[in-house]
Each structure stands twice: as structure tokens, then as C-alpha cells.
């Protein structure tokens, strides 16, 4: 017969996590570290984005600035969404020392090349993180990172096209102007053929 908690007699026993909240399913140590390390990821994301936002406002460039600021603060809700899912795992958030971003670059399309493999390097960490849930059969945690990584491949695709678009105007101060006027207007999505 099947136990209800609900019956007489059942007691309230449920597992806690290291934060002392109930806890469904114990977390795999590696998962548990991987989502840590991610989580720094994602700060340090942040911080990255703000330091090239004031590169840009720096320069006059103030649409741009005004992009990267925008991104800075969606990495930082990256890392609320990882941080609220570790405590609703049961478990506590350790934060760790994050490095201090880089400042100098030679111009714009060196930025956004950095911006692309930053963004890229966020999915790699993310596939490894679905990996290792679906092999410990952590199925709360996929569901968790599917749309994360969702939004990854379309922040990889606004990257790439930014970076192409910087490509375009090779530096000329009125095609860069263009851009930055964009930016400024929030249009920074790629064409759509849906
Ligand atoms: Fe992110």
C-alpha cells in the first residue's frame, strides 16, 4: 500500500538541505559545484558588460553604452535565477571572489568579438551543467536550464550579429555613429525570416 504523508501516523520527516529547508532530491556534488561556478560566471559576465559600457560612454559612444548596460544587468538576473534555484535545492550560496574586468581594447570590434566568445563560453558552461544533471537523472534541473539555454543561443545570435554589423563599418566613425544610434533605440535584434 502506498504511504501518504497525509495519514495518521506519518511523521513529518522530510530531508534539509545544508541551508536547513526541505529538500525533494539531494543535488550531486559536481552538479552542485557546476552551478556554483556558473553562477560566478554570470557575475563576472556582469561585471564584464558594465566595464565595456563605460569604455564606450567614455568615447561619446552612448548608445553603446546604453546596450551594454542594459546586458550587464541581464547577466545579474542570470545569476538571481541560478542563486534562487540553489535555495529552492536546499542549498546555501557561497559567492566567490570575482576578478576585476578588463578595461583597454583597441576599438569596437575587438569588444564585441570578446562579447561573442563570452557568450559563448556562458552555453559551454551551461551544456556542461545539462550534461551532468542528465546523468544524475536531475531532471528539476534540466527543466531549470532549459530556458536558460534558450536564451544563451539567442544572445549568441544578437552578438554575432552586432559583431557583423560592426564588421560593416570598419571603423568609420559615421557608419559606428549608425550603429550606436541603434543601439540607443534598442534595436539590436537580427533580421527575422519567421
Ligand atoms: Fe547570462
Sequence with gaps: MVQSPFQIGAGPRVATGPAGRAMAQPMDPDLLEGLKHHLTMERQASAAYWALALWFAERELRGFAHYLRHEAADE???AGLVADYLIARGQTVQLEPIAAPRQQWSDAEEIFAAVFQMEADV???LQQLYALAERGGDVRTTVFL???VQGQIESEHQAAHLLGRI???????????????ELGADRHEPASMA
Aim: proline residues 8%.
Design 76 to 78: 545579474q538576473h542570470h
Design 123 to 125: 552555453t559551454t558552461s
Design 146 to 148: 532549459d530556458p536558460i
Design 167 to 181: 564588421r560593416f563599418a570598419q571603423g568609420d566613425p559615421a557608419a559606428l555613429l549608425v550603429i550606436d544610434g
